[in-house]
């Protein structure tokens, strides 16, 4: 979603699979690497979800993107995959480990939207294809 944004220009129009209702959880990296860490120094054996307690549905993420990026788009719904309508799991394992996720969606988002747009203008400036 992130590169599609930074390749449309502002006010232009991004296509969205589905209703853009389908919610989802999303995780800065730093936060997963230093759960994997943890939980990799711990003696718990069976699986374990690490994620944050932010849910947010497509459309909040664009929104999210869009407002980090300081861009306005419109969003238009078309027919493809989306997958279930939620995701939901516990991370009381890993938490139990006293970690918890220290990045907030917006600025792992921020974070994220800056590096792609880094991507895109070197692969540019490269004359790589990136759309």
């Known amino acids: 979603m992130s590169r599609k944004i930074a ?4 006010g232009g129009t991004i296509d969205v699979w589905g209703n853009g209702e389908a919610v989802r959880n999303y ?5 997963l690497v230093d759960g994997i860490r943890l939980l990799m120094d711990s003696r718990i054996s069976e699986p374990v979800n690490i994620g944050s307690d932010e849910y947010v549905s497509v459309n909040e993420l664009v929104d999210i993107i869009t407002y980090c990026a300081g861009k306005r788009v419109n969003v238009r719904h078309i027919d493809g995959p989306v997958g279930v309508a939620s995701r939901n799991f516990s991370n009381d394992k890993i938490k139990s480990l006293g970690w918890k996720c220290s990045t907030s969606l917006t600025a792992g988002i921020h974070n994220t939207y800056l590096w792609i747009v880094s991507q895109i203008d070197g692969a540019m400036a490269r004359g790589e294809f990136v759309c």
């Open 7 to 10: 390749l449309e220009k502002d």
């Open 27 to 31: 995780i800065y990296i730093n936060d």
